[in-house]
């Protein structure tokens, strides 16, 4: 095999092993909000879960209804900014439920970044 054509496979196989890699890497943000503070959080989603041995989805994706969370429905596929608005009266706003859940774990747990910026 010439060289060229083996070096074109190489490529070729490194660039669908990086696109399979990043298939679960999402980036945290929220168009509910008008602007952003800080820029949006890289979050590879699997590899979090490998890392933090979490298996139960809802653990993260709380559900219920008006305001209580009910520990036995998941919210999996649905934003955060559907239940939590930007400025809620009487709910958690969304920015404290991102809060909420990422870095009070990542602190409880002393494990994981404890800012958007980490």
Known sequence: MPLHALARAG??????FGLLGTAHALTLKSDAFESHRRP??????DAHNERAKI????IC???G???VI???VGSEGTPCSECHEVKASGRTPLMRAYHKQCIECHRDLNKGPTTCGG
Do not use: I, K, R
């Not at 949006?40 to 989603?45: G, K, L, N, Q, S």
């Open 40 to 45: 949006a959080v890289p979050f590879d989603h």
């Open 55 to 58: 298996e139960d989805c809802l």
């Open 61 to 63: 994706h709380h559900g």
């Open 70 to 72: 009910d520990p036995e």
């Open 11 to 16: 490529l070729a196989v490194t660039l669908l």
């Open 65 to 67: 209804e008006n305001g």
